[in-house]
């Protein structure tokens, strides 16, 4: 089957989606920054791991699952970003292809992106908790609110995103098959 050729300006506007690869290559740095910021702290932690208490070392410890929670999602924004909004990675059948990636579009991205979020405030909640000294009330109490904003939207969207591609369309399908 022949492929009508496209106009101008649909072409210009399809071809604009390339923009966004310096944004992805601009993540790709800040990866980078994230991977030297932990080996720095690794290296702190044992450098001073006789003179750090159990609550030092579970701060510091919190602080570097916190940069690998953020690096993960990095890596989601990336990876699934570029595939949704960009082009085709070409890793079908790759050892190491992520198993999200097979069914990754902007919903699912979204709902995966808030769940990282989440998981990134628990891990900042957690730290603040255990130094709850050095902290205001204030400070904990908008820190817990903000962290319930996001539960509530990623509750909210996983909500949408299941109304969508599981909607009443989706059981008319299910029901004729």
Do not use: C
């Not at 990282?116 to 908790?129: C, E, N, R, W």
């Not at 319930?148 to 949408?160: G, I, N, R």
Request: no cysteine; aromatic share 8%; proline share 4%.
């Amino acid at each position: 089957m022949a492929q009508t050729p496209m106009r101008p300006i649909p072409r210009l506007i399809f071809a604009s989606r390339w923009l966004q690869l310096p944004l992805y290559l601009g993540l790709i740095v800040a990866q980078g920054v994230y991977v030297y910021h932990f080996m720095v702290e690794v290296w702190h932690l044992l450098s001073h791991v006789t003179e750090y208490d159990e609550n030092k070392i579970m701060l510091v410890v919190l602080g570097l699952i916190d940069v690998v929670m953020i690096s993960n999602l990095l890596i989601m924004v990336i990876v699934g970003g570029y595939e949704t909004f960009v082009s085709r990675l070409g890793i079908d059948n790759h050892p190491d292809e992520p198993e999200w990636l097979d069914h990754v579009n902007a919903g699912v991205l979204k709902v995966k992106l808030s769940m990282a979020l989440i998981g990134i405030s628990s891990i900042h909640l957690l730290k603040t908790f255990i130094d709850a000294e050095q902290r205001t009330t204030h400070t904990i109490m908008w820190q817990v609110a903000i962290h319930l904003a996001f539960l509530l939207s990623a509750v909210a969207m996983a909500w949408v995103d299941r109304m969508v591609t599981h909607g009443p369309a989706h059981h008319a399908k299910q029901e004729a098959h």
